[in-house]
T-cell receptor
């Protein structure tokens, strides 16, 4: 698993509440990514980071923000969760030319 | 229209069968084509990637790319129950550019003993 840990693994939250998902890597890889995976859509990039405090938007960034204050941690925040954000969220790191994915966080917004 | 189209299946085959998984795409800038395997409740893992058109073989797996038709395939020979997973195609214009990678929706494969 290339030393990637996502937390929590499962979460149920109410509409309108803020939610933060954490991705932690045990090595010092520069590039980190947040994806969401939904039936019929595959994986879609939400945000990515190319270094501490360096982040940029992906394909589906609306409603999400990220922060990277340390190389090893990349946080994804849903400022005010909506039912459309119910999904499985994957963190990934880029090691040379290959992306390694975490185990995923299953988020349900009710 | 999605940039990458992939038949979601599900696909069920007997052990030992040859499996063909396919994707089509619309962006002619794509040059790198990848196949990921994803077991249930796990993250995707890279199976193999190819550059531009042509074939690439790795054990029981063969990836084919036809850029003129914007069509890619993954063949699995002598399929095993352990091959049961969802297979995702992905593509990008630069090998090191994970930011613009586009994924197919995934095809769920079951290989029955």
């Amino acid at each position: 698993d290339a030393g990637i840990t996502q937390s929590p693994r499962h979460k149920v939250t109410e509409t309108g509440t803020p939610v933060t998902l954490r991705c932690h890597q045990t090595e010092n890889h520069r590039y980190m990514y947040w994806y969401r995976q939904d039936p019929g859509h595959g994986l879609r990039l939400i945000h990515y980071s190319y270094g501490v405090k360096d982040t940029d938007k992906g394909e589906v960034s609306d409603g999400y923000s990220v922060s990277r204050s340390k190389t090893e941690d990349f946080l994804l925040t849903l400022e005010s969760a909506t039912s459309s954000q119910t999904s499985v969220y994957f963190c990934a790191i880029l090691v040379n030319t290959e992306a390694f994915f975490g185990q995923g966080t299953r988020l349900t917004v009710v | 229209q999605k940039e990458v189209e992939q038949d979601p299946g599900p696909l069920s085959v007997p052990e030992g069968a040859i499996v063909s998984l396919n994707c089509t795409y619309s962006n002619s800038a794509f040059q790198y084509f990848m196949w990921y395997r994803q077991y249930s409740r796990k993250g995707p893992e890279l199976l193999m990637y190819t550059y531009s058109s042509g074939n690439k073989e790795d054990g029981r797996f063969t990836a084919q790319v036809d850029k003129s038709s914007k069509y890619i395939s993954l063949f699995i020979r002598d399929s095993q129950p352990s091959d049961s997973a969802t297979y995702l195609c992905a593509m990008s214009d630069y090998l090191y550019n994970n930011n613009d990678m586009r994924f197919g929706a995934g095809t769920r494969l079951t290989v029955k003993p």
